[in-house]
């Protein structure tokens, strides 16, 4: 039997996910780097500084003191503490160890989040653009997302109409991405308070990925929809240390949420993987409690390479930009450049753009329809000027 035969013994909720496109498009990439092409690549979510040397030592450390063994399942006490310090310091938030939950990078958190509040049949609002796993990790727990869509000109952020529109009997999750990936949105406080103005009196959990919040420009600084007293029993609020401290490799996410949804995370997590890594755990402590003048000093460079792309890709005919809030992302419109023909063929949508982007002129991009926005590009500004400048003059050469 061929393997396209036993495919059909996966599961139906195997079969029903989608395959992650911007992994799939960085590998893409990587595969045509290590065959000699000269790739520019924007495709990568993460930054491009190395991790910080005092959380390189702190790791070190943990191997040479022989801090290598199995930990508590649900995080250090020690890195707990350190969690609930940043959340206080840099949120405006308050808990307790037991409201906290160390996993296997953000995407861990969030998974465990789904599985624990969601049956067959619920649904979870997603509003897009949206970050490529929130639908798939949905429908893995059974439930069914419903998108709304956002646009240009409301800077890709969901209305109180529309979510009030969106509301069933079924909901039983908003998704709140501030700063957003793909679009570097960022909610301020009258927007969420709109948004959780009408969630009130309603049995519906808010998911707040906060996992950019450390990465936000022209003095905005999200709103975590957890500091509105009557919502916190509902909220929770996922974060880590991959974004604003160059550790992605290390896999650290945490949750901050009432101690019930925190002892359901803790459950799943200890049949499915048990602690996060012990040394990363150490680190992740330096990262959170040591000098934070390092973030400041990386934030101020993404935001200079911000304001380049975003004022080069403005010049491109067909394509226009909204200018990112935070985040490390731009998330252009191509839709000026659909029904064109390059390359002797018609772009009929984003992933033919990037798939011509990246084999005719080794830009590696990732197509908008991974994120619900089939008209838009996302590029990634987490790599040097040099590079960027490059990236920007083969786009322009190729839509000449």
Known sequence: MSAESFERFLSRRVRNMQESQTMKIS??????????KDIVSLSAGEPDFPTPENVCQAGIE?????????TANGGIPELKKAIIRKLSRDNGLDYVENEIIVSNGGKQTLANTFLA???EGDEVIVPAPYWVSFPEMARLAGATPVIVETSIETGYKMTPEQLSAAITPKTRILVLNSPSN???AVYNEAEVRALMKVLEGKEIFVLSDEMYDMICYGG?????PARIPEMKPWVIVSNGTSKSYSMTGWRIGYLAAPKWIIDACDKIQSQTTSNANSIAQKAAVAALDGDQSIVEERRLEFEKRRDFMFRELNT???IECTLPEGAFYIFPSIKGLLGKSFGGKVMKDSADIAEYLLKDHYVATVPGDAFGAPENLRLSYAASIEELTEAVNRMRKAFA
Not at 27 to 35: H, N, P, S, V
């Open 27 to 36: 590998g893409l990439a990587k595969k045509m780097q290590a065959e000699g």
């Open 62 to 70: 943990a191997i040479r003191s022989g801090f290598t063994r199995y």
């Open 117 to 119: 509040l969601c049956d």
């Open 182 to 184: 793909p679009s570097g």
């Open 220 to 224: 905005v600084r999200p709103f975590s």
């Open 316 to 318: 491109i005919p067909g």
